[in-house]
Structure formats: structure tokens, C-alpha cells
């Protein structure tokens, strides 16, 4: 595949879901905020669509975090939001007035292959 391909390449045609998730709450929550994301994740990774879930903490700047997540399908993926511990998360994330980016996004692995 060429790099004009990959560029041409239909979204809808790709069923994996791949989603990066940023957290950010203020430092004084960060450890509560590390607690619950740790919580979601293990309970997520029992999810049969689940093909990936990892936490990950930023180093440089207390509170923020990032998810990784790779799920079967889109649908898969909204079901996940759906679920009983994502919402116990979403709920402790408003109470500790955490910032959340959620982004469906694709690797850029075939596109670098291509060139």
C-alpha cells in the first residue's frame, strides 16, 4: 500500500477501534484519579472486546494521564461506555473536575510501512 493509498483508505472499512484517552484533574487528585483510572482498567481488560487497555501516567506533570485502548469494533467500543465501571469512573472523574479528551483515532503504522 502507498502512502496516497493509506491517505485514500476508507475509515468505515476498518472495524478495529483504536481510542486514546487524556485525563488531567489538578495534582492534589492525581493519586484518587490514579486510583479510579486503575479500577476501570482492570475491570475493561475483562471485557471480551477488549483487545488493549493501558493507563499511563505522565511523568512530567502531576495528574494527567493517557488511555490506550484498542476494542473489536465500534460498536464494541460504545457499549464500553456503557458499561457499570465506566460510569462509576466518568462520575468520579466530574466529582474530581477532571478534563477529558477522548480521540478515535488510527495508527499511522501502514502509512509508514508504505513509505
Not at 478495529?16 to 484533574?25: M, S
Not at 484518587?32 to 512530567?60: F, G, I, W
Request: negative net charge; contains cysteine.
Amino acid at each position: 500500500m502507498s502512502v496516497d493509498e493509506y491517505f485514500q483508505e476508507d475509515d468505515s472499512m476498518s472495524e478495529v477501534t483504536y481510542v486514546v484517552a487524556i485525563v488531567t484533574v489538578a495534582p492534589e487528585h492525581a493519586h484518587t484519579a490514579e486510583a479510579e483510572l486503575a479500577r476501570c482498567m482492570v475491570a475493561s481488560r475483562k471485557e471480551a472486546p477488549c483487545q488493549h487497555y493501558v493507563v499511563n501516567r505522565d511523568l512530567e506533570k502531576p495528574g494527567r494521564f493517557t488511555t490506550d485502548e484498542r476494542w473489536d469494533t465500534p460498536a464494541a467500543f460504545d457499549a464500553h461506555l456503557a458499561t457499570s465501571h465506566f460510569n462509576v469512573l466518568a462520575k468520579a472523574m466530574g466529582a474530581l473536575g477532571a478534563e477529558v479528551t477522548i480521540m478515535k483515532v488510527r495508527p499511522l503504522d501502514a502509512a509508514a510501512d508504505a513509505a
